[in-house]
Nanobody
C-alpha cells in the first residue's frame, strides 16, 4: 500500500491550494481517507476526513468553512481544497487511510500514511 501526495507549495495569505492523494495497492473496501498536518515544533493534528460509504465528511474546527475534502475523479484518490489560507496553515500535510468504519481525526486509527507535502502560507 502506498499513498502518494501532490499539490503542495507556497501561497500568500488569502490564497488557495489543492492537495491530492492517490492510494496505490489499497484494498477496495478501504473506508476512510483523511488529511493531517504538522507545523514546525507542533504535534501532528487532524484536518479533515471522508467516509467511503456515504461520503460523510468531518473537519477540524480550525479549517471548517475554508477547507473541503472530497473524492477525486480517479479511483482511490482524495482531494483537499484549501481556500482563504492563513499563515497558521503552514505545515507538512499528510494523507492517511484506513480500512473499516471510521469518521474522525484520531491519528492512531489510521494505518497508512503518505510521505507529506509542504504547504507554506506567507506574504
Amino acid at each position: 500500500v502506498q499513498l502518494v501526495e501532490n499539490g503542495g507549495g507556497s501561497v500568500q495569505p488569502g490564497g488557495s491550494l489543492t492537495l491530492s492523494c492517490a492510494a496505490h495497492g489499497f484494498p477496495e473496501d478501504y473506508f476512510a481517507l483523511a488529511w493531517f498536518r504538522q507545523a514546525p515544533g507542533k504535534e501532528r493534528e487532524g484536518v479533515a476526513c471522508i467516509s467511503k460509504m456515504d461520503e460523510a465528511t468531518y473537519y477540524a474546527n480550525s479549517v471548517k468553512g475554508r477547507f473541503t475534502i472530497s473524492r477525486g475523479d480517479a479511483k482511490n484518490t482524495v482531494m483537499l481544497q484549501m481556500n482563504n489560507l492563513k499563515p497558521d496553515d503552514t505545515a507538512v500535510y499528510y494523507c492517511a487511510a484506513r480500512s473499516g468504519g471510521y469518521l474522525g481525526l484520531s491519528e492512531s486509527r489510521f494505518d497508512y500514511w503518505g510521505q507529506g507535502s509542504q504547504v507554506t502560507v506567507s506574504s
